[in-house]
């Protein structure tokens, strides 16, 4: 892939994914002129750029494997290069949106996303470069590995579709149905394929997460699409995704701002080991 690192660029870019801020966009230029006179630096940044957009889904996975941006990039590695590696691939993001053939809202849904990646570690968490995470999943939206119906998102996995769940809105059981039962002609449309099993790995399925739910809870009710396994320690999800936190030396700091934080908390305090859901989407509800 032949990298664009000029300043202009990199504002195109930003302008692409309506990041106004002056101070980001600095950021972004001062990131961007230390990995060119670095060639330390710049050399496995195009590595890493390389594999991000190779559309080889072993080569990315094995990025996965890394959560730590040094463990990737080097320990010389410079604030912001996360963000810029997710940056410089807008031009492929914009013409595999046209390639398939997204409507407005998909391309809204998409660019929406991708923003989301490049912003919420910085404005929200306060961190010096979005995390490898962030990173990582920016790029499937770029190269048009989800698309989002409703509620949830879908990943083509090309033997099976792999159903997400967006964090930050309430998960409605309605909302979640609708996306369901529409997804399929959205996958036919943009993938071109039928007949292909869903599947979910997510904390949403756990075991012991429902043991302490009251049975009309909409989490209880998504669990009831999917015949579920029991998989591997979720804690670190658990504490991404429910406490807005990466690590916890000890429970008792955790918010307990809703009535999940409360039982979830109270369940890590109890050292009970909450496990993933492992969950094949029941036929009938396809």
Do not use: A
């Given at each position: 892939m032949i990298v664009d690192l000029s300043n202009k660029y990199i504002c195109d870019a930003l302008n692409f994914y309506e990041i106004y801020d002056i101070n980001y966009?600095?950021?972004?230029?001062?990131?961007?002129?230390?990995?060119?006179?670095?060639?330390?630096?710049?050399?496995?940044?195009?590595?890493?750029?390389?594999?991000?957009?190779?559309?080889?889904?072993?080569?990315?996975?094995?990025?996965?494997?890394?959560?730590?941006?040094?463990?990737?990039?080097?320990?010389?590695?410079c604030n912001f290069i996360t963000n810029v590696a997710l940056l410089v691939g807008f031009e492929r993001h914009e013409i595999n949106m046209r390639l398939k053939n997204f409507d407005d809202n998909q391309?809204?849904?998409?660019?929406?996303?991708?923003k989301e990646c490049l912003t919420n570690d910085v404005y929200n968490r306060s961190y010096n470069s979005i995390?490898?995470?962030?990173?990582?999943?920016?790029?499937?939206?770029?190269?048009?590995?989800?698309?989002?119906?409703?509620?949830?998102?879908?990943?083509?996995?090309k033997d099976y579709i792999k159903i997400h769940i967006p964090s930050g809105n309430k998960l409605d059981y309605m909302e979640v149905l609708n996306s369901i039962k529409l997804a399929n002609k959205s996958i036919q449309q943009y993938y071109n394929c039928t007949g292909l099993e869903y599947y979910c790995n997510s904390w949403l399925l756990s075991k012991q997460i429902k043991e302490v739910l009251n049975i009309d809870d909409n989490i209880i009710k998504f669990q009831s699409l999917f015949d579920i396994k029991e998989g591997?320690?979720?804690?670190?999800?658990?504490?991404?995704?429910?406490?807005?936190t990466l690590e916890c030396s000890d429970y008792n700091w955790l918010s307990e701002k809703t009535s999940l934080q409360k039982k979830i908390k109270q369940m890590l305090l109890n050292g009970i080991d909450i496990k993933l859901g492992l969950g094949k989407l029941c036929k009938f509800k396809i």
């Open positions: 966009r600095s950021k972004c230029i001062s990131c961007i002129n230390k990995i060119k006179s670095n060639i330390k630096i710049y050399k496995k940044f195009i590595e890493v750029i390389n594999v991000l957009y190779s559309q080889n889904d072993v080569e990315i996975s094995t990025l996965w494997k890394y959560p730590n941006i040094e463990d990737v990039f080097g320990k010389e590695y391309v809204l849904i998409h660019k929406k996303r991708v995390r490898m995470s962030q990173m990582l999943w920016g790029t499937y939206f770029i190269n048009i590995k989800l698309i989002e119906i409703g509620r949830l998102q879908y990943e083509y996995c591997e320690n979720c804690t670190r999800d658990i504490l991404n995704f429910v406490f807005n």
